[in-house]
């Protein structure tokens, strides 16, 4: 799911014009000439490096390439930017932090599992506080991004605000990890199906970044269950039998 997430966003590169993910703002006019061409390399070498992965061939180079990109093309751009988009920033984060979660699936960086596992705890736990709260203070806004076939906009803004806020909270306490990232993920994924996908079929445009970063972040929290859910394992084995 991320690695397709990744995948959808590259694509819009080529449509946008300019790197996509996470919508960073636009270089100063002096510099506006290079974004083409940013936008083609970036999305070109974007979809290399999730065919690479999926075929098993050089997967450490293609996940770095994923992480560089995305450091050096939007979350440079944010911290530029004074972090004026904090959402969108911290965004640029977890599609990192995705990026070294499947790394801890190869043999020779599983040792630094337990570290990054903790990082995109962290880096999600800001995410959805900050979401969460965004909610209350922006409700119209949000309420309006509800496709109107779904009823009951303010009450579903205030429901996903709290569910993002208690999400966020649930991933930083041990004993509820688990259970917060999968219902996180299960909560995202819905989000992907019932409004990023016809928001993107119905006004196009950027909102087709919706879908992506839907698709990525609902997989991160999906892979961060099982991480934990392997941890809990791992754990249990190593306990002294009674």
Known sequence: MY????????IYNFFKGDFAMTRPKPFSEALQFVNPAMAYISGTLLLLAVLAFFLNRYRFIALSVIAALVFLLATTRHIY???QDSINAYKSLWLIGGAFLIMTTLPEL????KEVLWANLVVLFLFFVDCGFAHFLYTDFVKDLIMPFIPFHLFWTYF???CLLAGGLGLLIPATQKLAAL??????AGWFVLLHVPRALTFHG?????VGEALAISGICF??????SEKNQNDANL???I
């Open 223 to 228: 892979m961060i269950y099982c991480l934990l």
């Open 160 to 162: 996903a605000a709290i």
């Open 183 to 188: 219902l996180s993920g299960i909560q995202i």
């Open 81 to 83: 930017n004074l972090w």
């Open 239 to 241: 306990a002294p039998s």
């Open 206 to 210: 950027d909102e087709w970044i919706g």
């Open 110 to 113: 599983k040792k630094y599992k």
């Open 3 to 10: 690695l397709l997430g990744i995948a959808e966003l590259a």
